[in-house]
């Protein structure tokens, strides 16, 4: 299956070509986190969409004199951060007036996420959300991510709706619906439909957009629905996304309900295995979690947004010691993703009162190689030859000495979306020199989710 750990997912293209050109573009910079670790006065080589070569700036030069050269003195070049757990739409929520926080997470989602946001969602607030989603990862340095959409009356065509939008901004994406039973089956089916139609047109156009199926919880979908959503996502070489113990609610309502938590369920009716994606992880015990790990399932997590919503903390040092492959998502919340960085770095230290838990190197791999791993992209999330030069230049001008050794560290605890110089994905600057290189108006971007809100939140 394509979804195997180290094949890639045939949900995503490589790209239109790979140039044939001899001669190449050299970025040279004082630091490179390179696959085997942060190298001083390193540079990279780019011949078209790929890495070609890693290694001293010095040696580069001498090596291609004819390349063109890119000076990135003050700068460090990290692997395209990548954002396996996005809900683009989730942008219209911010700020939306509440009378009170909601006591619980049904509530939450009973109360407030589904009467006031997703199902009020058209492709107009959805291509809104979009746009400036995206504007606000590209900026952040994310260029790789995963979107999870939840809008039942939009259906159908809402994928295609936000996949025109995406396109614009050049960046590397998966998207998927969130096929779920709770408004009714004949609803469900849609969304089922949506995911399968939008996987196939993906793999026959062969851009930077792919897809994946996605259903919602095990609280929301029914035994047949999640075997024929599993059976869709097989046929295709696909992933099979869900939301998986995000809080206490879903563990409680399925020993209530099967008399089984959601990790037995989900075994018992045989879907577990490399192709699945499950996002938040937060309530699963030991048990489960080497049930995870046996089945080869693949995790993200989301610190912040499940501090958000009281869900707790995902047992993400846990999940590493059983070698399963994790990754890191902003869930729509806070897309700041050197602040989910953060959250993970420092978090875990907390629960586990271990200042040596989940070092800066760890989460910088869950954040690009791991997030890659996670969607099945096995062309990316690295600095190395051959790989996609989905590359992401920072700013280094920090009030104390940068050393390789320290440099993963500062780059994680003291930088943020204002420090990212330059975006390329596949080769492509998106941006330069903070300057957007890219056909889009941020300001007629800006106005028009203000639009969107307003019209969402009622106002």
């Known amino acids: 299956m394509a979804g195997a750990p180290g094949r890639e997912m045939t949900t995503m293209a490589e790209g239109k070509s790979r140039a044939t050109a001899s001669t190449g573009t050299l970025l040279l910079s004082d630091f490179v986190l390179a696959r085997d670790g942060v190298h001083a006065s390193w540079g990279v080589r780019l011949v078209g969409d790929r890495i070609d070569k890693v290694g001293p700036a010095r040696e580069l030069l001498k090596q291609y004199p004819s390349d063109a050269v890119w000076d990135a003195s003050g700068k460090a070049i990290v692997p395209g951060l990548v954002n396996t757990h996005m809900h683009l739409y989730g ?5 939306i007036p509440m009378s009170g926080a909601p006591s619980d997470f049904w509530a939450f989602l009973k109360e407030f996420w589904w009467p006031r946001i997703e199902d009020r969602l058209d492709h107009a607030l959805i291509q809104a959300s979009t746009a400036w989603a995206c504007l606000e990862m590209l900026k952040s340095g994310i260029t790789t991510f995963c979107d999870v959409l939840e809008a039942p009356h939009a259906l159908p065509g809402a994928l295609e709706a936000e996949a025109e939008v995406v396109r614009r901004f050049g960046l590397r994406a998966l998207l998927c619906f969130e096929a779920t039973e709770r408004v009714s089956q004949a609803n469900g089916q849609l969304g089922l439909v949506e995911n399968a139609n939008f996987i196939d047109a993906c793999q026959k156009r062969h851009d930077l957009i792919g897809g994946l199926m996605c259903i919602h919880t095990t609280f929301t979908c029914s035994a047949p629905f999640i075997q024929q959503a599993d059976a869709l996502a097989r046929a295709r070489g696909a992933l099979h996304h869900m939301h998986l113990s995000e809080s206490k609610y879903e ?100 629960r586990l009162e271990s200042p040596q838990v989940l070092p800066a190197k760890v989460v910088w791999h869950l954040a690009t190689r791991g997030g890659a791993l996670a969607l099945g992209l096995e062309h990316t999330g690295e600095i190395a030859p051959g790989r996609s030069a989905d590359l992401v230049l920072m700013d280094l001008d920090l009030p104390t000495p940068l050393t390789e050794g320290n440099l993963l560290d500062q780059l994680l605890l003291f930088r943020n979306p204002g420090n990212v110089d330059a975006v390329l994905v596949a080769g492509r600057p998106l941006m330069k020199h903070k300057q957007l290189l890219i056909d889009v108006d941020p300001e007629a971007i800006r106005a028009r989710a203000h639009e969107a809100t307003r019209r969402l939140w009622g106002v």
């Open 91 to 95: 942008l219209l929520s911010h700020g």
């Open 251 to 350: 563990g409680d309502y399925c020993r209530q309900h099967f008399g089984e938590g959601p990790v037995a369920r989900y075994q018992r009716l045989g879907i577990l295995g490399p192709h699945i994606l499950a996002s938040q992880c937060v309530q699963v015990d030991q048990l489960e979690r080497r049930i995870l790990a046996e089945h080869g399932v693949r995790v993200s997590s989301m610190p912040l947004s499940n501090c958000e919503v009281g869900g707790g903390f995902a047992p993400v040092p846990e999940y590493l010691e059983l070698g399963m492959t994790v990754s890191l998502g902003t869930d729509g919340y806070v897309n700041n993703f050197f602040e989910v960085m953060r959250g993970a770095f420092l978090m875990h230290k907390a």
